[in-house]
């Protein structure tokens, strides 16, 4: 039977590099909001002999992603999705970065959960970021309501954010959204076991696409500077992580987060202790 692999966010440059290496063994499904990137994204794959089905999906609309995964199904077996799509701090308000991230993520997986048989993975890209905030700016004791009260969960990210000035706000949603997201994909792995399911998440650092040079002067250019590998990290590099996380030779891989920032955790983590020694 044939093997589908989802990828959201497919038009983006981290989604269309994996797209490029999943999409030589599976057939694809590729899910963006920008319908003519979608399409210049389609015409690409094409180029290089890929066929992908093309589905213009809000991830905050559940109805619309139950309707991707329908799609998906419908050509084949549901192999892997591929969650890529998400927004950064200069893309809007900590609402829409919240709901985009958070709630899109619940919405993908919970989608894929009820539509994938056993086997399948589910790979969410989280960020550096959720390794960046303290404890105690993380509610994450307020993560579960994102799977039974939408409202509330919204509600109380946002309050979290609101400890900050309006400024900031967006930054702390982002760091808050995509530490749902790595909390997500640990909490639920024994759940999405029971039906032979795998799930985990990937946290990048300062990737070099569209989306990652719009916060090269928020923060991600200074990062770059302090990582141990001291340069803006590739699509490629990304995809061929996120590709082995889903393929089944990652097949005991599952309820963790894998942190690819090229070092920037390891060297700020290291030149603290020192800082903190010397001091």
Not at 107 to 125: L, P, Y
Not at 202 to 219: C, F, K, N, R
């Amino acid at each position: 039977m044939t093997s589908v692999s989802v990828i959201t966010g497919g038009a983006g440059g981290m989604g269309l590099a994996t797209a490029k290496v999943v999409g030589r063994d599976h057939t694809l499904v590729l899910c963006d909001v920008r319908q003519d990137r979608l399409d210049e994204a389609a015409r690409t794959l094409a180029g290089l002999g890929i066929t992908a089905t093309a589905v213009n999906c809000d991830v905050t609309d559940r109805k619309a992603v139950d309707g991707l995964l329908e799609t998906a199904s419908a050509l084949g077996a549901i192999a892997s999705v591929i969650h890529t799509a998400g927004v950064s701090p200069t893309m809007g308000s900590a609402e829409y970065i919240m709901r985009t991230n958070a709630v899109g993520t619940v919405n993908v997986n919970e989608a894929f959960f009820a539509a994938a048989g056993e086997g399948g993975a589910i790979v969410n890209v989280a960020s550096v970021a959720a390794h960046m905030l303290p404890e105690n700016m993380i509610p994450t004791a307020r993560f579960p309501q994102a799977l039974h009260d939408e409202d509330a969960f919204m509600a109380d990210m946002l309050a979290a954010c609101s400890v900050v000035g309006d400024e900031m706000q967006s930054g702390i949603a982002y760091a808050v959204s995509k530490s749902f997201v790595r909390w997500y994909s640990v909490a639920q792995c024994e759940r999405f076991n029971g039906k032979g399911l795998r799930i985990l998440s990937v946290s990048p650092g300062s990737i070099d696409t569209e989306m990652g040079q719009l916060e090269a002067d928020a923060g991600a250019g200074a990062m770059v500077a302090d990582a141990a590998v001291p340069r803006w990290g590739k699509p490629d590099e990304m995809a061929a992580l996120l590709a082995f996380c889903a393929s089944d030779k990652a097949g005991y891989l599952t309820g963790t987060d894998i942190l690819n920032d090229g070092g920037v955790i390891a060297s700020m983590t290291e030149r603290a202790r020192i800082a903190a020694d010397s001091g």
